[in-house]
């Protein structure tokens, strides 16, 4: 089956700095990658549409200048966090659609912990 | 914002039981999908169910649709310990292929 996958897994920061999250479609081409953001005990909320070689498309409420997406190839979606806050501690994930498929899947997430 | 509700929040079951967990969604749809999330990881992708379909089965799985009353059932049969997890419907409400409106899941414990 499809593979996605996220790195870093885990990364823990200090308040200020910025922090790169990339996806990769390991096996297929995904010209639409998504990001998901999911606090604890809650479910995931759609932060962020990105399609390959255009700019992406932030929901209502997510700030595209702190949440820089970049989808420079068909195989990767990179999301950096600008100058993170305690409050953007959360697991991070994305998902990748090949073509025209309903299926998506789903990266393994990452977990971020700002201190 | 949140598509789907799903119920109940929470299910404590024993081994050998059966778990019910239901979705109920808010705009008309394509299809209709169940993930499961182990604790702090990623999603693994159940079952899809298209609007045109009224049950499905996968395994130990069997899904239903009802798309009059906007509504899911996902039903997991002899349920095992490593059951344990949270379940999640989701929808592409605006259309097929976009991005996934997920539910606020059902936390299944499956004791052994």
């Known amino acids: 089956g499809a593979v996605v996958s996220q790195h870093p897994s885990r990364v823990i920061c200090k308040s200020g700095t910025s922090v790169k999250i990339e996806c990769r479609s390991l096996?297929?081409?995904?010209?639409?990658m998504f990001w998901y953001r999911q606090f604890p005990k809650q479910s995931l909320m759609l932060m962020a549409t990105?399609?390959?070689?255009?700019?992406?498309?932030?929901e209502q409420g997510v700030e595209k200048d702190k949440f820089l997406i970049n989808h420079a190839s068909l195989t990767l979606s990179t999301l950096t966090v600008t100058s993170a806050h305690p409050e953007d501690s959360s697991f991070y994930i994305c998902?990748?659609?090949?073509?025209?498929?309903?299926?998506?899947?789903f990266g393994p997430g990452t977990r971020l912990t700002v201190l | 914002s949140q598509q789907g509700e799903e119920d109940p929040q929470a299910l404590s079951i024993q081994e050998g039981e059966n778990a019910t967990m239901n979705c109920s969604y808010k705009?008309?749809?394509?299809?209709l999908q169940w993930y499961r999330q182990n604790s702090g990881r990623g999603l693994v992708h159940l079952i899809l169910?298209?609007?045109?379909?009224r049950e499905k089965h996968s395994g130990r799985l069997r899904v239903t649709l009802d798309t009059s009353k906007k509504s899911s059932s996902l039903l997991i049969t002899a349920s095992r310990a490593a059951d344990t997890a949270s379940y999640f419907c989701?929808?592409?409400?605006?259309?097929?292929?976009?991005?996934?409106?997920f539910g606020k899941g059902t936390t299944l414990s499956v004791s052994s």
């Open positions: 990105s399609n390959e070689g255009s700019k992406a498309t932030y």
């Open positions: 096996d297929f081409q995904a010209t639409t």
């Open positions: 998902s990748a659609l090949p073509g025209t498929h309903n299926e998506q899947f």
């Open positions: 989701a929808t592409p409400p605006r259309a097929a292929g976009t991005a996934l409106i």
């Open positions: 705009t008309s749809i394509n299809n």
């Open positions: 169910i298209r609007s045109n379909e």
